[in-house]
T-cell receptor, first 113, second 118 residues
Framework: DAKTTQPTSMDCAEGRAANLPCNHS???????VYWYRQIHSQGPQYIIH???NNETNEMASLIITEDRKSSTLILPHATLRDTAVYYC??????????????FGKGTKLSVIP | GAVVSQHPSWVICKSGTSVKIECRSL??????MFWYRQFPKQSLMLMAT?????????EQGVEKDKFLINHASLTLSTLTVTSAHPEDSSFYIC??????????????FGDGTRLSIL
């Protein structure tokens, strides 16, 4: 699976949009981009995933560049409860067998009152 | 949405005892479940992949005789830490993906088990 690069930490003011970048320049054609977050002392929570089109759900939006070498997770109105470590993970769709996720260090997002 | 339940959430036991952790998919079936370990201030590290009805696949450096995995049904996988020692103290997390749907379906995680060995 392709390696991802994320900033170590970011701050965001409460109520503002949080934009979390991720670089995945070695992504291949069948690899999806997944975003998870982990709030302290809990298991990771799935946020969103996409292949090449932008995606939106009730939690966030995912913007993937046309060349697919980078993406941005957008939390439209950050709240204090969004403070967490956010992981961007690229994983291939093998169709069968292993679907394991490889976690990097992620981005520590701190939402400030 | 897909829910994965992990039990217990917290356990303290003496060195040398064995501890069993359960991971259940509550509203979906999972052919494959995954077990991770997370030490303080570190990221999640995959320990093993649990396959229903067959042997688990362990990552390099993970002792299969120490971390016994059983995946007897499509909704339950267990991890047993045998003869636990203080260095096994960690946060253990399981995940599962829905059997239905396409191969790009996301994994869903349990809330983790914090294991402390005295």
């Amino acid at each position: 699976d392709a390696k991802t690069t994320q900033p170590t930490s970011m701050d965001c003011a409460e109520g503002r949009a949080a934009n979390l970048p991720c670089n995945h320049s070695t992504i291949s054609g069948n690899e999806y981009v997944y975003w998870y977050r982990q709030i302290h002392s809990q298991g990771p929570q799935y946020i969103i995933h996409g292949l090449k089109n932008n995606e939106t759900n009730e939690m966030a939006s995912l913007i993937i560049t046309e060349d697919r070498k980078s993406s941005t997770l957008i939390l439209p109105h950050a709240t204090l409860r969004d403070t967490a470590v956010y992981y961007c993970i690229v994983r291939g769709y093998s169709g069968a067998g292993s679907y394991q996720l490889t976690f990097g260090k992620g981005t520590k997002l701190s939402v400030i009152p | 949405g897909a829910v994965v339940s992990q039990h217990p959430s917290w356990v303290i036991c003496k060195s040398g005892t064995s501890v069993k952790i359960e991971c259940r998919s509550l509203d979906f079936q999972a052919t494959t479940m995954f077990w991770y370990r997370q030490f303080p201030k570190q990221s999640l590290m995959l320990m093993a992949t649990s396959n229903e009805g067959s042997k688990a696949t362990y990552e390099q450096g993970v002792e299969k005789d120490k971390f016994l995995i059983n995946h007897a049904s499509l909704t339950l996988s267990t991890l047993t830490v045998t003869s636990a020692h203080p260095e096994d103290s960690s946060f253990y997390i399981c995940s599962a993906r829905d059997l239905a749907g396409g191969g790009n379906q996301p994994q869903h995680f349990g809330d983790g088990t914090r294991l402390s060995i005295l």
